[in-house]
């Protein structure tokens, strides 16, 4: 279902950026499920980049069941840019959820001015998959911008209007950090680092796939998965689990 958005990405990431690996701690790069009565596999990929200090990107395919493309772009920590979020989801096929957006480390005026004024223009051009859904896990005043799309669609929209938005999307997002500025101070880059640490525990606390990807792959490994690779900079709470 969402292969075609993993290939797109793909070739844009390595035509456009001198991309080196990035460690994935060992057995959290792939794994296979053998409960239950389909097979599901998931299986990620990590790389960086001068100007992306961490590309990730995971799919799972639990063929008719589930397909789930996943990634988060992490900027360096000398640019302020929203971090680059997509969560591609179908169930069953008949329950498809997709959300992109460019998520904001700042609310304040003028971080929206420069960096998601811009988006506008094609969330308005695709203006059915922005359709203001409430959410329930995350807040969407936390690290979701006025732009994102949200919709709960089927097969053929993704194909026709989530793909050409997709794509709009990602060179919008390539375009910005070709022409962002890097901070120089210290003080300006340790605001990054906390703001995207801060980004990695709310997500790491919040995300909704823990149930899915332990139901899968089991508790142990679903928390290593989350807090050792997707979120890494989140620190597990003590309690978590208990
Ligand atoms: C929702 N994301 C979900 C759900 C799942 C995942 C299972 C719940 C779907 C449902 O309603 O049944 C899955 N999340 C994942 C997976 C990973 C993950 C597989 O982190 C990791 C591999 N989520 C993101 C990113 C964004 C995001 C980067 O990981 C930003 C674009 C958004 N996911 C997002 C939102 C919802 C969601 C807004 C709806 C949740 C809500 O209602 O609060």
Redo the contacts with the bound molecule.
């Keep these: 279902m969402f292969q075609p958005f993993k290939e797109y990405l793909e070739e844009e990431l390595f035509g456009n950026f001198n991309l080196r690996s990035r460690p994935i701690p060992a057995g959290l790069e792939a794994n296979v499920s053998d409960r239950g009565k389909s097979k599901a596999t998931i299986q990620s990929w990590c790389y960086q980049s001068a100007e992306l200090r961490k590309i990730r990107y995971?799919y799972?395919d639990a063929g008719e069941m589930s397909q789930?493309f996943?990634?988060?772009m992490y900027p360096s920590h000398n640019y302020d840019l929203p971090l680059l979020?997509?969560?591609f989801?179908s169930?069953g096929k008949k329950?498809i959820?997709v959300?992109?957006?460019f998520?904001p480390l700042f609310r304040d005026p003028a971080y929206q001015e420069k960096y998601i004024e811009p988006m506008r223009e094609i969330r308005d051009k695709y203006n059915d998959l922005a359709q203001n859904?409430?959410?329930?896990?995350?807040d969407a005043n936390q690290y979701?911008s006025k732009y994102?799309l949200?919709a709960k669609t089927d097969a053929e929209t993704v194909v026709n209007r989530l793909f050409p938005a997709y794509q709009e999307y990602v060179q919008l997002y390539w375009q910005m950090l070709a022409s962002a500025e890097p901070l120089k101070t210290e003080r300006e880059i340790k605001r990054i680092i906390e703001a995207q640490k801060h980004y990695d525990q709310y997500?790491a606390e919040r995300?909704?796939?823990h149930?899915?990807?332990s139901s899968y792959f089991g508790e142990e490994w679903s928390n290593r998965f989350l807090y050792e690779f997707?979120f890494e900079d989140a620190t597990p709470l003590a309690v978590a689990s208990v």
Excluded: H, R, W
Aim: glycine share 6%; aromatic share 18%.
């Design positions: 995971t799972i789930v996943n990634c988060v979020g997509i969560d989801l169930f329950k959820l959300v992109l957006d998520q859904l409430e959410m329930k896990f995350y979701f994102l949200f997500s995300d909704p796939a149930g899915l990807f997707l």
